[in-house]
Each structure stands twice: as C-alpha cells, then as structure tokens.
C-alpha cells in the first residue's frame, strides 16, 4: 500500500493554524470606530463613489447580520468597512464549502452547524484521513492556503521573512527564506521544481516548496 504523501496536509495545518488565530481578528475589525494598530497599516478600501460605497457597505452590514449574527453597535457615522465585510463573508463561506467537501468526499455524515472556528479545527481533525486522497489534500492545502492570505491581506499583515543560508536543494539558487510565524522554510524561486511528482510546485503556479522547521532541521 502506498504511504500517503503528508506534506500537503502538513501545510494546510499551518494555513489553518494561522485563520484561527486571525479570523476573530477580522470579525472584531467590523466594530464601527474601531481603530487599526499602529503596528497593522489598516489597508485602504477600493476608490468608489462615497455614496455607492456607503450603500454597498449597509447592504454587506445587512447581510452579516442574517448570515453570520454579527450587528453593527447602533448607529455610527463610521461605516463597516467593506473590504473587511467581503473578506469575511468570503472566507466563513469558503469554511463552510470546504468542510462539507472533504466531508462528503470522506463519507462522513454532513457536519452540523458550527461558527468558522470550529469548522476549522473539525477539518483540522481529518488532517490524517485527508492525507490519504491526494486530490482531496492538495484542495484543502489550496484553500486554506488562500483563505489565510486572504484574511491577512485583510488585516495588513505583512509576515515577518527571514533570509536563510545555503542554497535551495531542488534549484540551488538562494532563494530559501524561513517564516517564523508558520514555522515553515519556504524556496522563494518561482522556477524551482522538487523531484516529487505530486508536489504543488508542478501545477501551482502560486505553489513555492515548503518544508515545515523539524523537516527542514533533519533535511
């Protein structure tokens, strides 16, 4: 029997490691008058006309109320911010999508309801299952993969990048970098190719190698 390829579920523990530290982050930025960190520029919304935008942002206000329980504090002259409303609304949807795919695709039961977070740790506790079906993992790996990036392009989160000694073992250019925060080494070299077929990096044009720290220390 083979020995089903971990990595990709490896990543997509990173991934949803991360939304679940930042999606409260998120849903807490929707607070009228709330402000950014000085340490987190907030991200400027989209240019628009005022009045198109402030409608636009009282339908999303209305439709994050019906859909996920969350209510502006009373009147505000501060609008919800509408790249923060579209990021959220994105992302509990895409949650909610992924959980009843690897579900159904696994045979299990369709989930009850649940808020993201807990959708996201009950898709994380499949992790072993989802290794298995290679299709299934490199699905999970590329949406949280861009459901965390989204989050965090939503927050302003820049990641801290550490540049790393030595050379790539796949393309031996230096183009390896360590991200502290995912505890992962990543090779930043957009032509580099690993020797295994069903690695990311050959279909993902996004996709860069990625060992996690206690690999990478073995490696």
Same mark, same amino acid.
């Given at each position: 029997?083979?020995?089903p390829?971990? !990595? ?10 991360? &939304? ?5 982050? &998120? ?9 950014t ?11 628009a ?6 409608? #636009? #942002?009282?339908?999303?206000?209305l ?17 919800l ?19 009843e795919?690897?579900?159904? !695709? ?6 009850r ?21 290679p ?10 993969? !861009?459901?965390?990036?989204r989050?965090a ?23 390896l ?8 080494? &990543? ?33």
């Amino acid at each position: 029997m083979p020995v089903p390829d971990e !990595r990709p579920t490896t990543e997509a523990a990173l991934w949803i490691t991360q &939304l679940l530290q930042q999606f409260p982050e &998120l849903s807490a930025e929707l607070v009228p008058g709330r402000t950014t960190p000085a340490h987190r520029p907030a991200p400027s919304p989209p240019p628009a006309d005022l009045a198109a935008r402030l409608r #636009e #942002e009282r339908e999303e206000a209305l439709l994050l109320q019906q859909r996920h329980g969350l209510v502006a504090l009373g009147h505000s002259a501060a609008p919800l911010r509408l790249h923060i409303s579209d990021a959220l609304r994105d992302i509990s949807d895409g949650v909610v999508e992924l959980e009843e795919a690897v579900r159904d !695709r696994l045979g299990l039961p369709r989930a009850r309801r649940a808020p993201v977070p807990e959708r996201l740790r009950r898709i994380a506790s499949l992790l072993d299952g989802i290794a298995a079906d290679p299709v299934l993992a490199a699905h999970v790996r590329d949406e949280t993969r !861009r459901m965390a990036r989204r989050c965090a392009r939503a927050l302003g989160d820049t990641e801290t990048v550490v540049r790393m000694p030595g050379r790539c073992p796949w393309c031996d250019s230096v183009s390896l970098r360590a991200f502290p925060d995912r505890g992962a080494v &990543l090779c930043v070299n957009p032509a580099c190719r690993c020797p295994e077929p069903d690695c990311g990096c050959h279909d993902d044009p996004a996709y860069r190698h990625t060992w996690d720290e206690g690999e990478w220390q073995r490696a």
